[in-house]
C-alpha cells in the first residue's frame, strides 16, 4: 500500500471536521409543531421556493400545514395523516418544477428516538431539506485496495462522479443492515453470502446546501466490506458505469481532487484515516 503523506492526511482530517453546515439565514425554517412539547426545526426551504408556496397555499391551504413569513409549520398528527398533507405539498412543488428527479419511492422521517413520523416521496427530502437517511459500504480487497464504482451519465444527482462501491437513500421500510446489503447486490453484484460479512463501522451527518435546489440533510450508515482479492463488481441496476480498483492513496488524490461524490468522499476519507491509523 502506497504511503499517504502527512498533508494528505491532514486535508483529509481538515475536510471530515465539515460534514455539517448551516442552513443558510436565508432559507426559512420548516417547524414540526408538536402542541405542549412546542416546536421542533425539521427542515429549511430555499428562498427561491418561498414565494410560490406562499401563494400556492393561499389558493388551496393543505390540512396541518401553514406558511407565514418567517417558517412554514407542519403540524403533528397521525403518521397517516401527515404524510397525506405532505404529499399534497410535494405535489405542488413538483407542479411548480421545483422537485426534479420524482422517484416514486418514499423515505421516512425519523426523530431521534427512532419513531417514524411521516413518509414522503424521496426526491421531496432534499427540497424540503428533511432529514433522510443512507446507507454506504467501503468495498477493500485482502490485498489492502478499494473498489469504488463511477456514477451512471444518467443519474439525476452526481453524474459520472465516484462513488463507494454500493450506497443509497434507505426506503421507508427498510433499516440500514438491509439497505446495505440490497445496495450491494444491485450496484456491484456482491452475492449475500459474502454481503453478509459487512461491518458497521460509522455514520456521519450530512448536511449541506445545493446550488439550485434545496438543502441536503443525511444520515450516513456507514459499513466496511472485505472483498476476495479475485472478486469483480459486475452493476445490476444501470446506476453505475463501471469500477476501479485503486490504492488508498489514489483514492485520497482523487478525493482531494474533487472526483467524488460529496457523501462517498466523506465516507471514503473516513476509511482512509481510520485504515492509516489501525492499519490493515
Given amino acids: 500500500m502506497t ?11 481538515e475536510m471530515l471536521q465539515n460534514t455539517a453546515r448551516s442552513a443558510p439565514v436565508d432559507f426559512m425554517p420548516i417547524h414540526l409543531f408538536r402542541g405542549p412539547e412546542g416546536e421542533q426545526v425539521i427542515g429549511h426551504l430555499n428562498p427561491e421556493f418561498i414565494p410560490y408556496l406562499q401563494e400556492s397555499l393561499k389558493k388551496e391551504p393543505i390540512p396541518l400545514i401553514s ?3 418567517d417558517c412554514l409549520t407542519i403540524r403533528l398528527a397521525r ?7 405532505l404529499y399534497k405539498l410535494a405535489d405542488k412543488m413538483r407542479a411548480g418544477g421545483f422537485i426534479p428527479g420524482w422517484r416514486n419511492e418514499d423515505f421516512a422521517w425519523i426523530d431521534q428516538n427512532g419513531h417514524k413520523y411521516f413518509r414522503l416521496e424521496r426526491a421531496a427530502f432534499r427540497s424540503f431539506g428533511f432529514r433522510s437517511t443512507a ?14 464504482g463511477r456514477r451512471s451519465e444518467t443519474k439525476a444527482t452526481d453524474p459520472g462522479l465516484l462513488d463507494n ?12 443492515w438491509i439497505c446495505a446489503k440490497r445496495e450491494l447486490w444491485e450496484e456491484a453484484g456482491v452475492p449475500t453470502h459474502i454481503a453478509d460479512q459487512v461491518e458497521p463501522v460509522a455514520r456521519i451527518h450530512m448536511r449541506r446546501p445545493i446550488a439550485g435546489r434545496g438543502f441536503h440533510d443525511e444520515q450516513l450508515y456507514v459499513y466496511d466490506l472485505e472483498l476476495p482479492n479475485n472478486f469483480v463488481p459486475t452493476n445490476h441496476d444501470g446506476e453505475v458505469s463501471g469500477f ?7 483514492a485520497a488524490a482523487r478525493i482531494l481532487a474533487d472526483e467524488f461524490t460529496s457523501d462517498a468522499a466523506f465516507v ?13
Fill in 3 to 13: 504511503s499517504l503523506s502527512t498533508s494528505t492526511l491532514a486535508a483529509l482530517e
Fill in 165 to 176: 462501491i454500493a450506497a443509497g437513500g434507505i426506503s421507508a421500510d427498510e433499516t440500514p
Fill in 135 to 148: 446507507a454506504h459500504i467501503n468495498g477493500y480487497t485482502q490485498s489492502g485496495l478499494l473498489w469504488l
Fill in 67 to 69: 406558511i407565514g413569513n
Fill in 244 to 250: 476501479i480498483e485503486i490504492s488508498l492513496a489514489e
Fill in 268 to 280: 471514503t476519507a473516513d476509511y482512509i484515516l481510520r485504515r492509516n491509523k489501525y492499519g490493515f
Fill in 79 to 85: 403518521p397517516v395523516d401527515l404524510s397525506a398533507s
